[in-house]
């Protein structure tokens, strides 16, 4: 049996976000960019200055991926996927780009990112999770403002990565039902994944399947959420590494840092946490010299040869 190293993540900011979610970096900057989902808040931290700023949207942020601009970027929200500006002082540029047609009410768009060539994919759940319908659907933004549904089926959709070359798309359903993580070929011409295979089954493990992020030796890092800690699978699906967070439930890492070997950790803070010391809801960090993460890339969809199975909405 493979021998699974311990570390642990510390504090960086006791922001206490009801739903922190979808850290991006942002090399130029130096900051690391994150939402409050239920907030419909948009944080950044520039780590060498240290200011915390924040922007109120008029929709919950979701998912979150760099535009072409300096300051834009794309979020998926409740009704669609949006473009946001934060040059504009305390207001926050938001422009619609597409609208989704969710299977019923009470949806929103919940984890996302881009592939290697820079198309947008995320996930939509419904926002009642103990209802457990699998009405969530997987979507790629097209450059005419449609939303391409590649997948459905899932509860609520996780756990989005690529393999460093491209050609492995990585996706979980984080349901207490589900628990699962699987691989896909990803067709990095097509945006098509397909072939889906069982790479693992959380529930073998602590916690359940939430963000992900990736590192240069392709190996997979999920959060553990309930459980306090964050996975790192090899390629092969292995555990090797596990980092304990001082939160019950971390949402999603992403790496950062001027050599990308830093991981950050945001997190939840359910409402029946009474403890006023307690450190749910914040994000943390954690340097890890011996790795290092792929950087994500920006949007920049191309157009899609589209075939008579295609669905567009």
């Not at 919940?110 to 103990?130: E, I, K, P, S, V």
């Not at 939303?147 to 899932?154: A, C, D, P, S, T």
Request: charged content about 15%; overall charge negative.
């Amino acid at each position: 049996m493979r021998q699974v190293t311990h570390w642990r993540a510390d504090l960086l900011l006791d922001v206490r976000n009801s739903t922190g979610e979808s850290p991006v970096w942002h090399a130029q900057e130096q900051a690391l960019y994150w939402v409050d989902i239920p907030a419909k808040t948009l944080h950044r931290y520039q780590t060498q200055s240290g200011l915390h700023q924040q922007w109120l949207a008029p929709e919950m942020l979701a998912c979150l991926v760099r535009g072409t601009g300096a300051s834009s970027w794309i979020a998926g929200t409740e009704s669609g996927m949006f473009a946001l500006d934060t040059q504009l002082g305390d207001a926050l540029g938001f422009t619609r780009l597409a609208t989704v047609s969710h299977a019923m009410p009470g949806m929103r768009f919940n984890d996302g990112r881009c592939d290697r060539q820079g198309r947008f994919l995320a996930g939509t759940m419904l926002m009642d999770m103990a209802a457990a319908k699998d009405v969530g659907k997987i979507y790629q933004l097209q450059p005419d403002g449609l939303l391409r549904e590649l997948l459905h089926g899932f509860i609520t959709p996780n756990g989005m990565a690529f393999s460093p070359d491209g050609g492995t798309m990585y996706l979980s359903d984080s349901h207490p039902s589900v628990r699962q993580v699987w691989a896909y070929d990803y067709d990095i011409a097509q945006g098509m994944p397909s072939r889906p295979r069982p790479f693992i089954d959380m529930a073998g493990f602590a916690g359940r399947p939430d963000g992900a992020a990736m590192d240069t030796d392709g190996c997979y890092w999920i959060c553990g959420n309930d459980a306090g800690l964050v996975h790192r699978y090899t390629p092969l699906g292995v555990l090797d590494m596990s980092i304990h967070v001082p939160a019950a439930k971390p949402a999603m890492c992403a790496f950062g840092g001027a050599d990308l070997r830093t991981l950050y950790i945001t997190s939840i803070r359910p409402a029946a946490v009474i403890d006023t010391s307690a450190l749910d809801g914040g994000v943390f960090a954690i340097h890890l010299p011996h790795v290092q993460g792929v950087p994500e890339p920006t949007n920049r969809p191309a157009p899609l040869p589209l075939s008579r199975s295609d669905q567009l909405c």
